[in-house]
């Protein structure tokens, strides 16, 4: 069976910094492109960032950029999401989601596998 298991969320307060990460198992995880969506509290999910299997490109939301890297370990079949610099605004139920031939942009319509989530929280 297809698992993704994220791990890593917490509380933080604004300015700093977590590390999330998400072991996958049941798949090829070096062949398929993987992401991490956000949703927010009353809001529609959002794709956050994915490293796709071809090269080393990667993709951001604007919102994001700079302060969030995205990055895999095949090896260890693991996703991991480094988030600095947070803010109020990146409070949200983060996912990490599997998909193949993912477009770019992508979209979160375009990942077939999901974890759980893991809770982010930015508050003072």
């Known amino acids: 069976d297809v698992q993704l298991v994220e791990s890593g969320g917490g509380l933080v307060q604004p300015g700093g910094s977590l590390r999330l990460s998400c072991a996958a198992s049941?798949?090829?995880?070096?062949?398929?492109?993987m992401s991490w969506v956000r949703q927010a509290p009353g809001k529609e999910r959002e794709v956050v960032a994915v490293i796709y299997i071809w090269g080393p490109r990667t993709y951001y939301a604007d919102s994001v950029k700079g302060r969030f890297t995205i990055s895999r370990d095949n090896a260890k079949n693991t996703l991991y999401l480094q988030m600095n610099s947070l803010t109020p605004e990146d409070t949200g139920v983060y996912y990490c989601?599997?998909?193949?031939?993912?477009?770019?942009?992508?979209?979160?319509?375009?990942?077939?596998?999901w974890g759980q989530g893991t809770q982010v929280t930015v508050s003072s």
């Open positions: 049941g798949f090829s995880f070096s062949s398929v492109d």
């Open positions: 989601a599997a998909g193949r031939w993912v477009p770019y942009p992508p979209a979160p319509a375009h990942f077939e596998y």
